[in-house]
């Protein structure tokens, strides 16, 4: 393990470690165990099957964004993104993110600039469109203007999280605005102008350092901008951003119908199928954060603090998130492992950043 994955590790665990324990503090462990054994776990087999089957929708809208760069089929882009999606749920920072462009490369002769641009885009929909969902469902839920929830040491209330909407709003237009500038051809001229202008910083230097920067750092930058840019191709067929599109909106009510599936068979998770939308978004925001491999800590967090929304007491929340988080996680990882054994990927050579 390198001196930054081994970093990275620590702190997820760190933050991972402090929320599990501001969740369940004040759940005593025989009262967990007790609820854990009322949940009747038939309800498990449609919820998987649900969840799994968004899967299915984000390797077509992989291959959708693709499309512009390299057409590739559907077991071409299913097998990288769920050996991706294991990765994130068994090694620290998120390397998933990463492996999927790595494979791709090794099998398809995508360069892992362009096909790490399409994971970015993917990636830019499922925030957009989760932002859109929050705004949504909290102008459709009534939450009591008085609630006011303790938790992690903290005071948190309607505003609160209204509050934590908008700014999420901004910071997504903002990222959606900056990685798509990228492909305009006017923004990436002068991106490049300023990059092919880094020697004269080294204005003291002779010519032939001046030389070397500008070809061991300058060039390949802007090599790696052109082929970044090019994962932006679908901003040039509308038809692919509107199917995208569609197959996004189809996996979060899909993820969303999962959890309510499985709340079926959960004592006293009485919440609507739109309220437990709001769940799933708000625990999305949680794990949005550094966290332990597999996001265990914040998931439960962002769970229970949701469902304090709602009025569900910490022990059933507690109950039902811990469970719903495992049978999220198990499946894909299970999925992933096979992927990685029929595409033959070697996972430790993905945990290598040096080959990334």
Same mark, same amino acid.
């Given at each position: 393990?390198?001196?930054?994955?081994?970093?990275?590790?620590?702190?997820?665990?760190?933050?991972?470690?402090?929320?599990?324990?501001?969740?369940?503090?004040?759940?005593?462990?025989?009262?967990?165990?007790?609820?854990?054994?009322?949940?009747?776990?038939?309800?498990?087999?449609?919820?998987?099957?649900?969840?799994?089957?968004?899967?299915?929708?984000?390797?077509?809208?992989?291959?959708?964004?693709?499309?512009?760069?390299?057409?590739?089929?559907?077991?071409?882009?299913?097998?990288?993104?769920?050996?991706?999606?294991?990765?994130?749920?068994?090694?620290?920072?998120?390397?998933?993110?990463?492996?999927?462009?790595?494979?791709?490369?090794?099998?398809?002769?995508?360069?892992?600039?362009?096909?790490?641009?399409?994971?970015?885009?993917?990636?830019?929909?499922?925030?957009?469109?989760?932002?859109?969902?929050?705004?949504?469902?909290?102008?459709?839920?009534?939450?009591?203007?008085?609630?006011?929830?303790?938790?992690?040491?903290?005071?948190?209330?309607?505003?609160?999280?209204?509050?934590?909407?908008?700014?999420?709003?901004?910071?997504?237009?903002?990222?959606?605005?900056?990685?798509?500038?990228?492909?305009?051809?006017?923004?990436?001229?002068?991106?490049?102008?300023?990059?092919?202008?880094?020697?004269?910083?080294?204005?003291?230097?002779?010519?032939?350092?001046?030389?070397?920067?500008?070809?061991?750092?300058?060039?390949? *930058?802007?090599? @790696? /901008?052109?082929? #970044? +840019?090019?994962?932006?191709?679908?901003?040039?067929? %509308?038809?692919?951003? !509107?199917?995208?599109?569609?197959?996004?909106? *189809?996996?979060? @009510? /899909?993820?969303? #119908? +999962?959890?309510?599936?499985?709340?079926?068979?959960? %004592?006293?998770?009485? !919440?609507?199928?739109?309220?437990?939308?709001?769940?799933?978004? @708000?625990?999305?925001? #949680?794990?949005?954060?550094?966290?332990?491999?597999?996001?265990?800590?914040?998931?439960?967090?962002?769970?229970?603090?949701?469902?304090?929304?709602?009025?569900?007491?910490?022990?059933?929340?507690?109950?039902?998130?811990?469970?719903?988080?495992?049978?999220?996680?198990?499946?894909?990882?299970?999925?992933?492992?096979?992927?990685?054994?029929?595409?033959?990927?070697?996972?430790?050579?993905?945990?290598?950043?040096?080959?990334?």
């Amino acid at each position: 393990m390198n001196r930054n994955t081994a970093i990275s590790l620590f702190i997820g665990t760190a933050i991972s470690v402090a929320a599990l324990y501001f969740a369940f503090r004040n759940i005593p462990l025989d009262d967990l165990l007790i609820y854990l054994s009322s949940i009747n776990y038939f309800w498990i087999i449609p919820a998987v099957a649900v969840s799994l089957s968004t899967f299915l929708i984000r390797a077509l809208r992989w291959q959708s964004i693709l499309e512009p760069v390299r057409k590739i089929s559907f077991i071409q882009a299913f097998h990288p993104l769920m050996t991706g999606f294991m990765l994130n749920c068994i090694l620290p920072g998120r390397i998933g993110e990463a492996a999927r462009p790595v494979i791709l490369m090794k099998n398809e002769n995508v360069p892992f600039s362009t096909g790490m641009a399409t994971v970015a885009v993917d990636r830019i929909f499922d925030i957009v469109f989760l932002i859109i969902l929050f705004m949504a469902i909290m102008a459709g839920i009534r939450i009591d203007p008085d609630l006011v929830v303790d938790f992690g040491g903290y005071r948190l209330n309607n505003a609160d999280l209204i509050t934590a909407g908008k700014n999420l709003a901004g910071t997504g237009a903002i990222i959606v605005a900056g990685s798509f500038l990228l492909f305009f051809g006017k923004t990436r001229k002068y991106i490049g102008f300023i990059i092919m202008k880094l020697p004269v910083v080294f204005f003291f230097a002779d010519s032939s350092f001046k030389k070397k920067i500008e070809n061991k750092i300058s060039l390949p *930058a802007l090599h @790696i /901008l052109e082929n #970044f +840019s090019n994962g932006f191709l679908l901003i040039k067929h %509308p038809r692919t951003i !509107l199917i995208s599109s569609c197959y996004t909106l *189809a996996i979060w @009510i /899909l993820t969303a #119908f +999962s959890y309510y599936l499985f709340a079926l068979g959960c %004592p006293g998770i009485n !919440l609507s199928f739109m309220e437990l939308t709001a769940v799933m978004i @708000i625990v999305c925001f #949680f794990i949005a954060l550094p966290s332990a491999p597999g996001y265990w800590g914040l998931w439960e967090a962002g769970g229970i603090f949701a469902m304090s929304l709602f009025g569900v007491s910490a022990k059933e929340a507690a109950g039902f998130t811990l469970t719903n988080h495992a049978i999220q996680m198990v499946p894909v990882i299970i999925t992933g492992l096979v992927s990685a054994i029929i595409t033959g990927v070697n996972i430790g050579s993905l945990n290598n950043s040096d080959k990334i």
